[in-house]
């Protein structure tokens, strides 16, 4: 009998899920080494489910970053957000649910919930992520009762900001991939458009910048992005509620919205590894947060 020298390689989807701010975006962008989708303190950014690609020649894995999982539901906003969060489970050979060393809180409980309504094939990984943030001594309960209450395949504690314990989880997650070849170009880092990508930055932009203002209410819209072999151009839309919202992202004598430009611009430029024309336009759009059907087509 020979041994095959070259092991087929995997090939298969993990489900990144966890409340707002958990570090979910930030421990996608550490484990594809690329930053490609948003992170901020503010927590509830990633409206989309973006996909990143994990490569490397033993294999491929893809990782489903789900927005935010709310606990009101007044609004069809956080209706679509929850379904589209649930929509990331469908069709994935893992689930990554995130804590926080800081304990179990109600929405981490709500969430605990809907994971154990989940397929019983589907296996759970729990990695309790900002172990830099507390004290040895006060993880080890805190492990011992997630295990006792969720029965994951594994817990593993992690930092994904201070990347502790990353290679342990990816490790653990490579064992529930199937075999497959790769579908996506090992160059490629995400499914999603270049018109994504833009909006993506634009909008971590204006988080960046808003603050504890930025109005939850906003989208970012790509109107026009055509491209030659030097340079890209993308026109920008800002949709917001309000006409108050639209002058606090535009700032004083358009400063704000100047600067966020700015900084998108330069990081599109790196990104695309050409020159990046931005032009970026803000408008009211009454009502957007309650019409489900304008919301799945804002970029
Ligand atoms: P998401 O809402 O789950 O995608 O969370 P983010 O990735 O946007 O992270 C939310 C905040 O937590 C950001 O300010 C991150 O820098 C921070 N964060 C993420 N991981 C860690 C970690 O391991 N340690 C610490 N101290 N902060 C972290
Ligand atoms: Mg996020």
Do not use: C, M
């Given at each position: 009998m020979t041994i095959d020298p070259t092991p087929k390689p995997?090939?298969?989807?993990?489900?990144?899920?966890?409340?707002?701010?958990?570090?979910?975006?930030?421990?996608?962008?550490?484990?594809?080494?690329?930053?490609?989708?948003?992170t901020s303190r503010k927590p509830q950014t990633t409206r989309h489910q973006v996909l990143g690609i994990f490569s490397e020649p033993a294999g491929q894995m893809i990782l489903v970053d789900t927005p935010g999982i709310h606990k009101h539901e007044r609004r069809t906003l956080n209706r679509f957000m929850n379904r589209a969060a649930w929509q990331a489970l469908a069709g994935v050979n893992v689930v990554v649910w995130l804590l926080t060393?800081?304990?179990?809180?109600?929405?981490?409980?709500?969430?605990?919930?809907?994971?154990?309504?989940?397929?019983?094939?589907?296996?759970l990984v729990i990695a309790v992520n900002k172990i830099d943030q507390i004290?040895?001594?006060?993880?080890?309960?805190l492990l011992a009762q997630i295990q006792e209450r969720y029965a994951p395949e594994h817990i593993v504690p992690i930092s994904a900001l201070k990347q502790l314990n990353l290679d342990r989880l990816q490790q653990l997650l490579r064992q529930f991939m199937p075999i497959g070849a790769?579908?996506?170009?090992?160059?490629?880092?995400?499914?999603?458009?270049?018109?994504?990508?833009?909006?993506?930055?634009?909008?971590?932009?204006?988080?960046?910048q808003l603050g504890d203002e930025l109005p939850h209410e906003l989208a970012v819209q790509i109107e026009s992005f055509t491209e030659d072999a030097t340079l890209a151009r993308i026109h920008g839309l800002i949709l917001v509620e309000?006409?108050?919202q639209k002058s606090i992202v535009i700032g004083k004598g358009g400063e704000?919205?100047?600067?966020?430009?700015?900084?998108?611009?330069?990081?599109?430029?790196?990104?695309?590894?050409?020159k990046v024309m931005l032009e970026l336009w803000v408008k009211v759009k009454t009502g957007w947060t309650d019409d489900e059907r304008s919301l799945t087509s804002l970029g």
């Open positions: 995997y090939f298969g989807y993990a489900a990144v899920i966890g409340r707002p701010n958990v570090g979910k975006s930030t421990l996608i962008n550490h484990l594809i080494g690329e930053k490609i989708n948003i060393a800081e304990g179990i809180s109600e929405e981490d409980q709500r969430i605990g919930e809907l994971i154990q309504q989940r397929n019983e094939q589907l296996p004290d040895k001594p006060l993880l080890l309960p790769p579908q996506f170009d090992t160059e490629q880092l995400t499914d999603r458009s270049l018109r994504f990508l833009a909006a993506e930055r634009i909008r971590e932009k204006l988080t960046r309000r006409a108050s704000r919205l100047k600067s966020v430009g700015s900084q998108a611009r330069q990081e599109l430029e790196q990104l695309f590894d050409k």
